[in-house]
Nanobody, 116 residues
Framework: QVQLVESGGGLVQPGGSLRLSCKAS????????MGWYRQAPGQQRGLVAT??????NYADSGKGRFTISRDNANNAVYLQMNSLKPEDTAVYYC???????????WGKGTLVTVSS
């Protein structure tokens, strides 16, 4: 079992920045893929970015503005978000997909609100 706990959400003005953090505990591995997804009100949950041992993937909406990184020693993944827009407002969820079986785990989410 893996537990994921997100932090770092909040209210920010358009053009501002936020850094989200996610800490994994339990049976996680540096070979697992970790990532961020988001869900805005009335919309389906969608990809923001993922990072594995060999690649990084971004949704088009975040390219050039968002940066995903991970700290394997601390079982953590981060999402640096710059130049935030009101349309980035959503609950952001941390995700881990195990390399062995593809089992997916989710955090409870952290709310990001971009508003003036």
């Amino acid at each position: 079992q893996v537990q994921l706990v997100e932090s770092g959400g909040g209210l920010v003005q358009p053009g501002g920045s936020l850094r989200l953090s996610c800490k994994a505990s339990g049976m996680s591995s540096s070979m697992d893929t970790m990532g961020w997804y988001r869900q805005a009100p009335g919309q389906q949950r969608g990809l923001v970015a993922t990072i594995s041992s060999s690649s990084i993937n971004y949704a088009d909406s975040g390219k050039g503005r968002f940066t995903i990184s991970r700290d394997n020693a601390n079982n953590a993944v981060y999402l640096q978000m710059n130049s935030l827009k009101p349309e980035d407002t959503a609950v952001y969820y941390c995700n881990l997909k195990t390399w062995a079986y593809g089992t997916q785990y989710w955090g409870k989410g952290t709310l990001v609100t971009v508003s003036s």
